[in-house]
């Protein structure tokens, strides 16, 4: 599917814009719908030892089972790898990605894996394995994700740190989940890499109640057909097809500075990825222009006007920029008339906050969806009080990539 993109550089009123026009929008298409996941990889590593007990790891296939339910199984959509470790990484057991490539066959091979009790606790191992043995069959360009499961401490805290850092480091998102009062918090977070990607719960009998929480899973629609003739695997850039849509991003990087303007520019990098933009029109509102670049030695002839100039460098441009909205979506801007107006406003410090309150309410009354994204040291505060004007993405996690995810996530989810 081609895309139309139109770049447009607002820098505090003016404009500038470069229309790409690489084809037109395929027709629209009527249909029934299903419900679709983001085609993803998903790998599960799961404790065997002794501590478990058979009930309990009943338990914890029976989870992995419930958890897995809702996807779409396939080779095109999700899919599913599971291992389990010990004393060893029990490799007869082992579910590759491309093993049982349906939801019935695959939940059925889970449900008839063997507690087999090993005698130690070798999560770094298992890690190991999952990371040089089944991540690497993983698709390309696609989310790659690891849940570990686990009841206690590793036999071996600096190895299974290390194994999880060397995992992380190769693009997994590795999530740990804590089964046990005694379980060892540090530890699960140096699997995780994170505090936000690790869930702890008493017993296993918890599981089921954490199932929502870990996936955080959409449903959205998306054609298929009626006919008995096997239908293409949909594509996720049926996201606004029916509605295509009109994206700002804002931010200014005077107010953000260097290294979270590349949060930024990363942010914006992982949704222009996405099969969904297919249907959109992107432009960027920032406060950088050249013409901030200085002045010339003959440009005042004061002190006064020497000083005012200067002190304009240090004001957030961020407030005009988020009032530019209520007109940046005009014909004459690049905007569709039929399309659905969408803003991403990037926060990333102290700022006026009642001034960012009254042009985002300005800019909702305008017709104009708006998201909040953390780029850095936001008061959450004000994110949550500015979650009552659109939606704040901060709530997906610190990094630019849950965030954009996040993003595209929710402007989807009506489809």
């Avoid at 500015?386 to 989810?413: D, P």
């Amino acid at each position: 599917m081609l895309l139309r993109v139109a770049v447009a550089l607002i820098c505090v009123g003016a404009i500038t814009a470069f229309d790409l026009r690489l084809g037109n929008l395929l027709a629209k298409r009527k249909a029934n719908r299903v419900c679709y996941q983001h085609p993803l990889d998903i790998a599960f590593v799961l404790d065997a030892s002794s501590s478990i007990w058979a009930q309990n790891f009943t338990k914890a296939i029976a989870f992995v089972n419930s958890f897995i339910s809702p996807y779409e199984i396939g080779p095109n959509k999700v899919r599913v790898a599971v291992e389990t470790y010990a004393d060893r990484v029990y490799k007869e057991d082992v579910i590759q990605f491309n093993d049982f490539l349906t939801s019935e066959t695959l939940q059925e091979e889970i449900s008839g894996l063997k507690w087999h009790h090993g005698s130690r606790t070798e999560t770094g191992l298992g890690i190991a394995f999952m990371r040089d043995n089944i991540m690497p069959k993983a698709r390309s360009g696609l989310p790659k994700i690891c849940i570990v499961i686990t009841d206690g401490k590793s036999q071996d805290s600096a190895k299974t740190s290390a194994e999880a850092k060397t995992a992380r480091d190769n693009g997994i998102e590795m999530f740990a989940i804590g089964v046990s009062e005694s379980v060892n918090k540090t530890e699960l977070q140096s699997i995780a890499g994170d505090p936000d990607r690790v869930i702890i719960v008493n017993t296993y009998s918890e599981l089921e109640a954490i199932k929502d929480k870990l996936s955080g899973k959409t449903c959205k629609e998306i054609p298929t057909t009626t006919t008995t003739t096997p239908a293409p695997t949909p594509a996720a850039e049926e996201c606004g097809m029916d509605k295509p849509t009109d994206i700002y991003y804002v931010f200014d990087p005077a107010y953000l500075g260097i290294e979270r303007v590349n949060w930024v520019t990363q942010f914006i990098t992982h949704t222009l990825k996405a099969d969904e933009f297919a249907h959109m029109r992107v432009g960027v509102i920032s406060g950088s222009c050249p013409s901030d670049a200085g002045f010339n030695l003959l440009k005042y002839s004061t002190l006064d006007a020497v000083k005012e100039r200067i002190q304009s460098y240090d004001k957030p441009q961020l407030i005009k920029l988020i009032g530019s909205l209520t007109s940046a979506y005009s014909s004459e801007q690049g905007g569709r008339g039929d399309s659905r107006k969408v803003a991403v406003i990037f926060i990333g410090g102290k700022i006026d906050q009642m001034a960012v309150i009254k042009n985002a309410q300005a800019a909702k009354k305008a017709g104009v969806d708006v998201y909040f994204a953390d780029a850095g040291n936001a008061d959450p505060g004000f994110l949550d009080a500015l979650n009552e004007i659109g939606f704040s993405l901060a709530r997906a996690g610190a990094g630019s990539r849950r965030q954009a995810l996040a993003f595209v996530e929710e402007l989807c989810r009506e489809y």
